[in-house]
């Protein structure tokens, strides 16, 4: 459901582009927790245009509740966003 939610943001274009390559970017570099989380309110609030809040809510949610590696969550946006530009043609 949080994954065909994304990809529905992604076709909308209420989630930007580029806010899945900044995330994988400092996930890769960052392993706390609690600053990847900081990081992810932060560059989703400056990339993002509308619904910020309901949909960082949603995002935080799935995010705290993530058990595996936050490389996987990270990826998650990439194969989303690929999905969603898959759909547009």
């Known amino acids: 459901?949080?994954?065909?939610?994304l990809i529905c943001k992604f076709?909308?274009?209420?989630?930007?582009?580029?806010?899945?390559?900044?995330?994988?970017?400092i996930v890769e570099k960052i392993n706390n927790k609690e600053i990847l989380k900081s990081e992810?309110?932060?560059i989703y609030l400056r990339k993002s245009k509308?619904?910020?809040q309901e949909i960082l809510d949603k995002i935080l949610k799935e995010f705290e509740s993530y058990e595996y590696?936050?490389?996987?969550f990270a990826n998650i946006f990439l194969i989303s966003k690929f999905l969603a530009d898959e759909r547009r043609v």
Do not use: G, V
């Open 69 to 72: 590696d936050k490389i996987y």
């Open 50 to 52: 509308e619904d910020k």
């Open 40 to 42: 992810l309110k932060r």
């Open 11 to 25: 076709k909308n274009r209420q989630i930007p582009s580029r806010f899945p390559y900044e995330f994988l970017e």
């Open 1 to 5: 459901k949080f994954m065909e939610n």
